[in-house]
């Protein structure tokens, strides 16, 4: 990876446009593979151009994929079957399949049914824990029944697996009486249950006190009256059975139900309720809440899009906080680079004359240098920052690539479509591949760039190669 980065970085080389194609629907990269037509078509981008890997027969609408999580395990695992030790896409259906599809070929694997008495609709991961979850819709008191005084206590149900082999942990349900009655919505990560509620608070349970009895895949169990875990029509039964709330971890209350947990040690980022903290972010620890040192953060942005702040991905215990006009990585007490500062208000003519804006511009103007996202490229450690400029009245885009470490801007990357802000843009910076998917209306389109020899630099290689 050392070797690539240096090659990255040298003035011969630069990422090129190499692919485009569009769709009516969503488009979704992860880990070298982009996806078309909900999940159906699949495309390499390990080639210097995209290749089609495989293309799905076309599904009902009953058996289109809802959602999908792709798989890989870890290199020092030793498993039993040797397509465990593959890439795999785990795609849930709308009729409560959950599939595992080869990531090469999109064979099928394994299939488990759910469950014919609940609709799950999502998936998510708790990838220290290797397990991921399917949650359920969730069940709303209809007119009739709050006209009749029936109270739907349960909320929602999450069906827990784990990977390397897939086996279910157990189908846990979420009940009223159980967590409360304001509860809106319920995620599992570093295995911790995570529960949000309709008065902005926010509450950490174990997983781990939570789980009771075990079930296995294709065996038999008395919770199904003999019947196979997994099968049609009996899916999986409800084994995780909560009385009494088990005691809560940790609670904070907090805008949008947003709490961050990380760091070294661990503190948890939020923004407190109060109308006063609106537009600042507070960052506590997680042993005992108090304030960490310079632990309020507030970019004063003005702008129509807020500023965000999350823990670094490489675990070095830093925070990046990204607003329009500045990006900003600290560690929990001091800052430690600034990328780019504010624009100034006051304008100097040609003259000599200083002339003060009367309306303060918006710090995210389409007409201004404005910081978009950023990107982390953890085996290369380098930082992509996406950066807009509209000033030929298009809106314009390039990728400054910075040094993880020291924030050195080592080279920059244009791209030759126009950036039009108003749209939703991603952008992913996979080694020496970038992809940008962006939406304009109901059309999707995908952009990829692939780190390529300058034309002018191609014949000295080869006359390099040659007299070698």
């Known amino acids: 990876m050392k070797v690539l980065r240096g090659i990255l970085l040298q003035d011969n080389r630069d990422f090129i446009k190499a692919w485009s194609k569009t769709s009516k629907s969503t488009i979704m990269y992860e880990s070298g593979k982009i996806y078309f037509e909900n999940y159906q078509n699949c495309y390499s981008c390990v080639h210097s151009e995209p290749q089609l890997l495989y293309k799905l027969p076309k599904r009902s609408k009953l058996e289109k994929f809802e959602d999908a999580l792709l798989c890989q395990s870890p290199l020092d695992n030793t498993l039993t079957s040797p397509s465990d030790h593959k890439p795999s896409l785990l795609a849930l259906t709308a009729n409560n399949w959950l599939y595992r599809l080869s990531a090469e070929t999109g064979e099928e694997l394994q299939r488990v049914y759910l469950s014919s008495n609940h609709k799950f609709r999502y998936l998510g991961w708790d990838v220290s824990q290797e397990m991921f979850y399917v949650k359920s819709v969730q069940n709303k008191d209809t007119l009739l029944a709050r006209q009749a005084g029936i109270t739907q206590n349960t909320v929602m149900h999450l069906a827990i697996f784990h990977v390397f082999p897939l086996q279910v942990v157990g189908m846990l349900e979420i009940n009223k009486k159980v967590f409360g009655n304001s509860v809106t919505d319920v995620v599992l990560s570093q295995g911790v249950l995570v529960v949000s509620y309709s008065n902005k608070s926010v509450k950490l349970y174990s997983f781990k006190h939570i789980v009771q009895r ?32 088990p005691p809560v971890l940790f609670e904070v209350s907090c805008t949008d139900n947003s709490v961050q947990i990380g760091g070294y040690p661990w503190h948890y980022i939020y923004t407190p309720l109060h109308k006063n903290h609106k537009g600042t972010h507070h960052i506590c620890s997680l042993k005992d809440s108090t304030m960490a040192t310079n632990g309020i953060q507030n970019m004063n942005c003005y702008s129509l899009e807020s500023d965000g702040i999350f823990f670094h991905p490489d675990d070095s215990g830093r925070i990046i906080h990204v607003g329009p006009s500045v990006l900003v990585r600290s560690k929990l007490n001091v800052s430690v680079l600034h990328l780019l500062q504010p624009t100034s208000q006051v304008t100097v003519t040609s003259s000599g004359r200083t002339v003060k804006k009367r309306f303060r511009q918006l710090d995210d103007d389409p007409d201004q240098e404005t910081f978009r996202m950023v990107e982390y490229e953890d085996e290369l450690d380098l930082l992509a920052v996406v950066v807009t400029n509209g000033e030929e009245g298009e809106g314009r885009a390039h990728i400054r690539l910075h040094d993880n470490q020291s924030g050195q801007l080592l080279r920059t990357v244009d791209l030759v479509e126009p950036w039009d802000e108003t749209y939703r843009h991603e952008l992913f910076f996979d080694k020496d591949t970038i992809v940008h998917i962006e939406q304009k209306n109901s059309n999707f389109c995908c952009h990829v760039y692939k780190l390529k020899a300058l034309p002018g630099q191609k014949k000295k290689l080869a006359q390099r190669a040659s007299s070698t």
Do not use: A
Request: aromatic share 4%; proline share 6%; glycine share 16%.
């Open 214 to 245: 075990k079930l296995t895949l294709g065996k038999q169990s008395s919770l199904l009256g003999g019947k196979t875990v997994g099968d049609v029509p009996f899916g999986i039964p409800v084994n995780i059975q909560i009385t009494d709330c």
